[in-house]
Nanobody
Framework: VLVVESGGGLVQAGGSLRLSCRVS????????MGWLRQAPGNGLQQLSYIDWSGDMTYCADSVKGRFTITRDNAKNTLYLQMNSLKPEDSGMYYC????????????????????RGQGTQVTVSS
């Protein structure tokens, strides 16, 4: 399984970034896809996930209303549109997959995601 994130970078506070994640080697439709973040000195945090039908859940209150997760099943690609970025959004962002058989109540747990990419760095300057 290959998971490759892209789209990170340096942006000023209030700006936007769009992250992308291309997945290969698994049946994309069978997996719930999520975005995780690890800020310096902090643990891995599950931000949001989206199932095969496009239903979205935001696990982190801090990103609700600013971040939007989407997926394109035809392209095996996951996206994260990030608007109104804040310095506290800085960190390494990871795309991750969890099988659809894992219950909805457990999908906000970052440690349960089986496949994860190398991450893309996001830095928001104040």
């Amino acid at each position: 399984v290959l998971v490759v994130e892209s789209g990170g970078g340096l942006v000023q506070a209030g700006g936007s970034l769009r992250l992308s994640c291309r997945v290969s080697g698994l049946s994309f439709d069978d997996y719930v896809m999520g975005w995780l973040r690890q800020a310096p000195g902090n643990g891995l945090q599950q931000l949001s996930y989206i199932d095969w039908s496009g239903d979205m859940t935001y696990c982190a209150d801090s990103v609700k209303g600013r971040f939007t997760i989407t997926r394109d099943n035809a392209k095996n690609t996951l996206y994260l549109q990030m608007n109104s970025l804040k310095p506290e959004d800085s960190g390494m962002y990871y795309c991750a997959a969890i099988h659809r058989s894992v219950g909805d109540g457990r999908r906000c747990s970052a440690v349960l995601y089986n496949y994860r990419g190398q991450g893309t760095q996001v830095t928001v300057s104040s």
